[in-house]
Nanobody, 124 residues
Framework: QLQLVESGGGLVQPGGSPRLSCAAS????????IGWFRQAPGMEREPVQC?????????YLDSATKGRFATSRENAQNTAYLAMNRLNMGDTAIYYC????????????????WGQGTQVSVSS
């Protein structure tokens, strides 16, 4: 069974620095671009960052994240990561990883497979 599973979310205090994981099972992540998206309550899903198969990274929410987020991938572990720093309440959302062939895209509809998401709630 082909599956993407996110983990690492939860309740985080303002200023916290969680790292989200996106683990693939049943297939290898290596050929794919891996996108990170988030969806806040009542809002549309929006792209956060993406890393393509060659390790090239794109940040889509630069104005909101201001260099606080960084994606990476470990193909040997079949896992991608989103390291988040100095979280604030505006970062509260469900965070998703998704894959598509080779190149990154900001469009939700361009991605072929999605994880179930992991909730990140920033609150004191």
């Amino acid at each position: 069974q082909l599956q993407l599973v996110e983990s690492g979310g939860g309740l985080v205090q303002p200023g916290g620095s969680p790292r989200l994981s996106c683990a693939a099972s049943g297939f290898t992540l290596e050929p794919y671009a891996i996108g990170w998206f988030r969806q806040a309550p009542g809002m549309e899903r929006e792209p956060v960052q993406c890393i393509n198969r060659n390790g090239y990274k794109i940040t889509y929410l630069d104005s909101a994240t201001k260099g606080r987020f960084a994606t990476s991938r470990e193909n040997a572990q079949n896992t991608a990561y989103l390291a988040m720093n100095r979280l604030n309440m505006g970062d509260t959302a469900i965070y998703y990883c998704a894959i598509r062939d080779y190149a990154c895209s900001a469009r939700v509809s361009d991605y072929d497979s999605w994880g179930q998401g992991t909730q990140v709630s920033v609150s004191s």
